[in-house]
């Protein structure tokens, strides 16, 4: 090895540890500094941000640091004699499990979903029943106070659960799932203790009189529930077992989470097909047909178990169980005649839903970064917020019947406030139904999320009302168009302010002025075929790259030429082997025959060989190791003068982590660099071409 | 030009010209030969051909030739500066323009769908009350002859028509559609007089009394519509407008035509979203979440088109018009209440539902093996088929409810028979209705169609019933799994039966096993940057390629380098302008500012410059062109030694129509060969490959 490694400052999204030399317990010790670093920050993440910092974001209320997924189909020689040498069943095994999965996805979502509503309920019912006990004996002092006492235990209680355990479980969880299916990964996403704390916090949370939507939650239940499926075992708890090795990559964990998070809101809505098209809508980025199929039929076991225990509660034997069932708002809308006027009218509603739910994004905006700031001040802060927060609108919704004892139901309250108005609490709202409440609900609900046609079959699927269909489509598909002009999505903002490198499907227009060469920055860590040992180990130390492009040279082949990329996670278990050599010759053989495929597979999120588990001795840095068997040798690759637009398709298309780039002609070296998610992102752009203007 | 060029036997789907040197009206006699050769066989199509003849497939019920659509981003410099140059407005031009089309697809399908609803019911309710009037005057015979006779007439009259005028209209039309969408491209398929049979021929067709299903014709008549408007205006008739100049591409097309296809569904079934799915699950190989929210318009449109339709139609204008709307099958369901041992009744009816889809399926593939011999053999025999078929089944329709006048209606009936029980005839028929009707209807759906979240929403827009969609989802998914053990869904067998290069979205196990070099095959035809007309010419005229690599060599680089891929198309229009010079140098800024992007942009299906077209003189043969400006320099990329499988999988998500292969190693020529649709067909490889067993 002769050849001098560079740092490369940009390769992938998780380099946190690319300064000098540090062993793993100083990498811990940097490591922490930056996340607090961060944390003491007034904005750490909320202002505009150089590239150098965007390999963490905000997942749930804390700064993590972030990955990227690998989807590609990695070909190397050990996988391919791996897939060569499998049978008719281990694919019957592969096919059997996975729709088992499904199958496992939907009874768990649909039994969380169940368990969440019948906790709420019964927390909730005998809230308001002792509130309106206290009150219908005219203690009305005593009644704000029980009312209030309990508000604030419950919220506190779910703050404290939130803020100790997993401030990953904070918010909606849908930007994070959306994220996390575009290929962003963090442990703590969709942890085991993130699912903990989403259920509890979130029945707490709605107990305590918080208008939270249902969807936000389930989605993020199913997602989890669905990572936890998804690990392929436990080899610490021994919990591992053959059939589940071919869960060990990201492509099919990636599926079994889309399927989760359909499951989510199907059991949120009890709408199963809204389930489907939320998930192809807007969770996942990537779709195939087969996946349609999939996620149908754990959204149909949703809907069945959710029925069955619905069957079951009819009976008087869940508590304080509403007749309602676990939709918690009936919005059954009187049968729907309507003329030309009608329409005008509809049309006027969309446009009217179009601005107010633009205008309320801006304000969901503007709290968010308000909150953020007060989150990062620490977890006492947060509780407080939280209690101060439950207070208020205690006061609110006890006050407010009082104060206006009559005014009309606003349009929006019937969906979006579901919790109002449960076990028989405010019966005096007499709210004028039938057919314009539901229209103004989904007109304000399309110019805020701005799903049309999965909101649209959702609402579908709650009124049992086909005839309203060409009204609500028109009313959605108005409001969406209407609040476009204004700004984004709630989620998309959401994924913004957090600072998730969420790929768009589409590329800037400045980007059609770029090359791919001109993203690409720094020179580049490069190995060779056959490698020393501490070459490998100095360039995973000092860089944070993921993939290392491999070059083999003479004497290997007859002129220098890119033979593939390895990554690091699988360098790791490489050099864990020690299957060393004191010359430079192949030895692929030798380890072709010393390891399986299963040893290189993907680990779980937050398990894995880490660079501190290495225990390499100083003799054993002077020696050689055979990269060959675990190169992926046919990454993909595209020309160093194909515009940045077309890369950008490109690599969102495929759903790349690192992506070649290769020199136009011969006799220079064969690669100019990596891109990878991280390159895509405007703020790097910009930060490179500051005269550029993105707006033109 | 030094380079010696070849002639490569596997460069596109299209090359039916590439035998020996011939003029323009050579070409035209053997192309003649060639489609006669094919129809003059007994099986052309139907027996395994081998590689070379798959340039030709049945559409409709005639031999055409095919060719790959251009989904591909092309970067040449004339097309970056026609980028770099567009505005503001015209981005907004364009985009108005596309919510214009969608608008104006869903109206034209939307109308069109009533159109032959009226038609139907009054040429049908004329015929039918006719006979029942002879009926009741208890003149069997006459009857009979009357009835046999209209059947006769009318179904002579659709044959006729669909024989003479565009035999591409014959069929169900869902194949035609789905291979267009998957980048198969023949004149034909979408041509005018297509829209034209379809729309008169099925009205006939339906009025004699044929079984035939609403989808197939509608669906094609949409993407017709679709097609139409999609054209980007015509220089013949004067009809163009700057404004349709960005509509003159296939990826634009693509989305019209999928919008049309969904509208096409909505307008038969009157389901709006039902259309949306079966676009995404059934219709669609590529989908983008901007054309769920498009398509989703398109059929509201035709949904409200619809509604007001038959609004007008209930005040009685419209003739002999059913009160059951549009709907012609009314499912509705008694309100269903279901327990568990209904559950089992339900999976033993998937289960059936399964076996009874895949062996009519197996029926469908004999029936029309047999069908298209006897159509290979010329119209008046086609004519004279469908006149005995429709003899035989007003026989059985008029006999039938003579001999067995009580039985219980079949369960299928309900859906898969619509003409049967319409305007008052059959009135005998006391179908025990209910659930299990509607299931069993659904249950052999899906063992036909496969498809199963689309039926799910169109019978659930149907009969306007939520309750039942548990079941319906189930009895889906059980017959959808039973019947795919046996075969194919209907339309795939069918896509297959034509001939037509369908790309698979998954690739086979047995491409694991091969490079990408391994189907390349043939010498490749290459062009310098700078090149001799002559030379153009020869290859445009002994091959049927159309992407033709380009090579820079010294002086216009260091070292041979790809360019990129030059389109025949853009060749063409290059000659045609005559911008040679004497000596080989660029001219490349010339030409820039002779042409602009307008000129180069893909002309609508038929059209466009034909080589007869070109006028080139002798001495015009020695002069040179530079190709630079049309030359699409960023071609996508595979080294030679991916796997076939992952090749064909990138081949297929980037819908791609030459997908360059490049060595591995420097200091050979910069490209190894271009791998189109035909590579990668099973045919293709198996044939290249006897040994392998392509079910292992």
Redesign the interface.
């Known amino acids: 090895m002769d050849q001098e490694k560079n740092v490369n400052q940009s390769d992938d999204v998780h380099d946190i540890e690319n300064e000098g030399l540090l062993d793993g317990k100083e990498i811990e010790r940097y490591r922490s500094e930056v996340s607090d670093k961060n944390l003491s920050n007034t904005k750490p993440l909320l202002v505009k941000r150089t590239n150098t910092t965007s390999q963490i974001a905000i997942v749930g209320a804390n700064v993590c640091p972030i990955e990227s997924l690998d989807y590609e189909?990695i070909?190397n020689e050990l996988f391919?004699q791996d897939?060569?040498s499998r049978k008719k069943i281990q694919i019957f095994q592969y096919v059997l499990l996975k729709w088992a999965f499904a199958l496992l996805i939907g009874l768990g979502t649909g039994l969380v979903g169940f368990f969440n509503n019948i906790a709420v309920e019964n927390i909730a019912g005998f809230k308001l029943l002792l509130t309106s006990n206290l009150m219908s004996e005219d203690k009305y002092f005593k009644a704000f106070a029980a009312y209030a006492g309990c508000n604030v235990g419950l919220a506190a209680a779910a703050a404290a659960l939130c803020a100790f355990i997993a401030p990953a479980a904070a918010g909606s969880g849908i930007p994070e799932v959306k994220a996390y299916l575009n290929g962003v990964d963090a442990y703590s996403i969709l942890a085991p203790s993130t699912l903990f704390v989403k259920i509890f916090g979130s029945v707490l949370g709605v107990s305590a009189g918080f208008v939270v939507g249902k969807e936000g939650p389930m989605v993020h239940t199913g997602a989890c529930i669905a990572n936890l499926l998804g690990q392929g075992g436990s080899r610490k708890y021994h919990l591992t077992w053959k059939w589940l090795r071919y869960f060990k990559n990201d492509r099919d964990r990636r599926d079994m989470i889309t399927c989760g998070a359909a499951a989510g809101v199907a059991a949120a809505f009890r709408a199963?097909?809204g389930g489907?098209l939320f998930a192809?809508?807007e969770a996942a980025s990537w779709?195939?047909?087969?996946l349609?199929?999939r996620t149908?039929?754990t959204t149909?076991v949703v809907?069945?178990v959710l029925?069955a225990f619905i069957q079951y509660c009819t009976t008087g034997k869940c508590g304080l169980f509403g007749e309602g069932g676990l939709i918690m708002y009936d919005v059954s809308s009187a049968n729907a005649a309507y003329s030309a006027p009608d329409i005008l009218a509809v049309i006027f509603l969309g446009i009217i839903g179009g601005i107010l739910g633009s205008i309320y994004n801006y304000f969901v905006d503007k709290v968010l970064r308000t909150y953020s700031i007060i989150n990062e001040r620490g977890a006492v802060l947060k509780i407080l917020l939280v209690i101060t927060i439950s207070l208020l609108t205690s006061c609110c919704s006890f006050g407010l019947p009082w104060i206006a004892k009559c005014i009309p139901c606003p349009t929006e309250l019937s969906v979006s406030c579901p919790t109002v108005g449960k076990s028989g609490n405010y019966k005096s709202f007499q709210c004028p139904s039938g057919l314009f409440a539901l229209l103004g609900a989904a007109s304000f609900l399309g110019g805020t999320m701005r799903m049309?046609?999965s909101l649209?079959?959702i609402l579908?699927?709650l009124t049992?009302?086909?005839?309203l269909?060409?009204l609500v489509?028109?009313v959605l598909?108005i409001s969406?168009t209407v609040a476009d002009n204004f700004n984004k999505g709630v989620y998309d903002q959401i994924l913004k302010i957090k600072g998730l490198p969420y790929l768009e499907?589409h590329a800037e227009p400045y980007m059609?002025?770029l090359v791919a060469r001109d993203v690409v920055s720094g020179p580049l860590v490069t190995f060779s075929g056959v490698e020393q040992v501490g070459n490998i180990l100095h360039a995973l130390r000092t860089t944070g790259h993921n993939g290392f492009p491999v070059i083999d040279e003479p004497p290997f082949?007859?002129?220098?030429?890119?033979c593939g990329v390895v990554l690091r996670s699988h360098l790791l278990v490489l050099l864990k082997g020690k299957n060393f050599s004191m010359d430079r010759v192949v030895t692929g053989d030798d380890i072709l025959q010393r390891f399986a495929a299963f040893d290189f597979a993907k680990a779980g999120s937050g398990k894995g060989i880490k660079l501190e588990d290495l225990d390499i001795k100083v003799e054993e840095m002077e020696m050689y190791i055979d990269l060959h068997p675990i190169i992926n040798?046919?990454p993909?690759?595209?020309?160093e003068?194909?515009?940045l637009?077309?890369a950008a398709?490109?690599f969102r298309?495929?759903g790349l982590r690192h992506m070649c780039v290769v020199p136009?002609?011969?006799?220079r070296p064969?690669i100019v660099g990596i891109l990878t998610r991280h390159d895509f992102m405007p703020e790097h752009i910009l930060g490179l071409y500051p005269h550029i203007n993105p707006d033109k």
């Open positions: 189909i070909e391919k897939w060569r199963p097909v489907v192809l809508e779709w195939r047909s087969a349609l199929w149908f039929f149909a809907a069945i029925r049309t046609v649209c079959i579908l699927e049992n009302d086909l005839l269909l060409p489509m028109l598909l969406k499907a059609r002025h082949s007859e002129a220098p030429e890119l040798a046919s993909y690759t595209v020309v003068t194909m515009s637009a077309k398709i490109l298309q495929l136009k002609s011969q006799g064969p």
